[in-house]
């Protein structure tokens, strides 16, 4: 058991320092409302993944994948939800806010900020589900309480995003006073409302 908790943490660590949607969110709330913005979408995906995790143990995940039409119809409020996020960033307008920090400015709506832009990134992407579905039986031992086991490994898997997204708003700061610069900022927006259109993209056309 041991042996398989250890293997599975490893996998886990070179997955999370992969970044994804859940990540450039976090970053695009750190743009656009600084520290605490990006504290609160951090706390959205976590939620998001503990909702994925306690699903795939249950075995919701897999009703999901059965149903081609659920799985479809999520997979396409992702993919318009992250198009829109990108199209909100590219159309930004930055400006210089209090000592020195991104100003908070436009915040695209109720869905496009904090902690519930964190949420939906994570809730409205059907592969997240799939990924913990397919990736957690793989260090269940045999005979070992597979409930249980998931619930344990996922929330294994949600400590370690937890402490890079620690680590990452650790050194926000730097970050910040470089962003706020007016064209970094600018060019910043462009490639994160870029980057954002396609995840959305790539979670439409993929299967």
């Known amino acids: 058991m041991l042996v398989d908790v250890a ?4 996998a886990s660590v070179l997955i999370v320092l992969l970044p994804g949607p859940d990540t450039l969110i976090v970053v695009r709330n750190l743009m656009a409302g600084g520290r605490r913005a990006a504290v609160r979408a951090s706390l959205g995906v976590m939620t998001g993944l503990v909702v994925w995790v306690v699903a795939a143990a249950l075995g919701l ?6 149903s081609h039409d659920a799985y479809l119809g999520l997979r396409v409020a992702g993919a318009l939800y992250l198009g829109w996020m990108g199209f909100v960033t590219l159309r930004a307008r930055p400006h210089k806010g209090p000592a020195g920090e991104p100003a908070r400015g436009r915040r695209g709506g109720l869905v496009g900020t904090g902690f519930t832009s964190g949420l939906l990134t994570d809730l ?4 997240v589900g799939v990924f913990f579905m397919t990736f957690l039986p793989g260090f269940i031992p ?8 998931s619930l344990l490994l996922g929330g294994i898997f949600v ?6 997204y620690v680590a990452l ?3 926000s700061g730097p970050v910040t006073r470089w962003l706020s610069d007016g064209p970094v900022r600018r060019w910043v927006d462009r490639v994160t409302g870029l980057v954002l259109i396609g995840f959305g993209l790539r979670l439409a ?3």
Do not use: D, I, M, Q
Request: hydrophobic share 55%; aromatic share 6%.
């Open 169 to 171: 708003l650790a050194l």
């Open 142 to 149: 045999t005979h070992a309480p597979v409930a249980a086991t």
């Open 205 to 207: 056309v993929e299967p």
């Open 124 to 127: 409205l992407n059907p592969k």
């Open 159 to 164: 400590v370690l995003t937890a402490g890079y």
């Open 7 to 10: 293997t599975f943490t490893v």
């Open 61 to 66: 995940s897999a009703l999901l994948t059965a």
